[in-house]
């Protein structure tokens, strides 16, 4: 299977601290992205990060990519309130005409 | 201004009957897909179309039939609907289409059609 494998599964942490989730994937890739799904609503994009990269940032994301290990992790510093959320790995594997997401980690940030 | 929308936002129905969800987009991007959403949230493809033209089928019943009447729309019927068709179905869209351009590029995604069958 081609699909990604995110852990953890569930995260809890207090305001203020950071999160960490991370996605194993098992074929070779084009790039990998990162949603986020707040509940009730569609996915929204995040962040991509290509094949030939190892870190990229956005705001208070930091997304890496170890092509080696077929892993990447997404890191969402300072964390707040309003980022609880599910976050989904995607990816876009060689070959293939589809972007295949994993199950993803269901974050919940206290206040 | 909505990017991609998709109506109804809730679909509740009997076994057997037959239902449509609309899906359209105004990003002007040529590709666009339906994804179903499980009760545990793994999202599996379905469909998706390039400038009205079927390119991905997976292996969905033919109970489920896409129809694109023109780039900027997808819209998704199902037939005798059963109890297992229960879920979030999203539609979303992106600008290239798979394996033509070096990566492929974000998709844009509906708030999502909770389909309940009973």
């Known amino acids: 299977s081609q699909q990604g494998e995110e852990d953890p599964q569930a995260l809890s942490i207090q305001e203020g601290e950071n999160a960490t989730m991370n996605c194993s994937y098992k074929?070779?890739?084009?790039?990998l992205q990162w949603y986020r799904q707040n509940s009730g609503r569609g996915l929204v994009h995040l962040i991509l990060?290509?094949?030939?990269?190892r870190e990229k940032h956005s705001g208070r994301l930091r997304v890496t990519l170890d092509t080696s290990k077929k892993s990447s992790s997404l890191l969402i510093t300072a964390s707040r309130a309003a980022d609880t959320a599910s976050y989904f790995c995607?990816?876009?594997?060689?070959?293939?005409?589809?972007?295949?997401f994993g199950a993803g980690t269901i974050l919940r940030v206290k206040s | 201004d909505t990017a991609v929308s998709q109506t109804p936002k809730y679909l509740v129905t009997q076994m057997g009957n037959d239902k449509s969800i609309k899906c359209e987009q105004n990003?002007?991007?040529?590709?666009m897909y339906w994804y179903k959403q499980d009760s545990k949230k793994f999202l599996k493809i379905m469909f998706s179309?390039?400038?009205?033209?079927?390119?991905i089928n997976e292996t969905v019943p033919n109970r489920f039939s896409p129809k694109s009447p023109d780039k900027a729309h997808l819209n998704l019927h199902i037939n005798s609907l059963e109890l297992g068709d229960s879920a979030v179905y999203f539609c979303?869209?992106?600008?290239?289409?798979?394996?033509?351009?070096?990566?492929?590029?974000?998709?844009?995604f509906g708030n999502g059609t909770r389909l309940t069958v009973t």
């Open positions: 179309y390039n400038n009205k033209e079927l390119i």
């Open positions: 990060i290509r094949s030939n990269e």
């Open positions: 995607a990816t876009d594997h060689l070959y293939g005409n589809k972007l295949v």
């Open positions: 979303a869209s992106s600008q290239d289409v798979w394996g033509v351009s070096s990566y492929n590029s974000p998709l844009h």
């Open positions: 074929t070779s890739i084009n790039n």
């Open positions: 990003l002007g991007h040529d590709t």
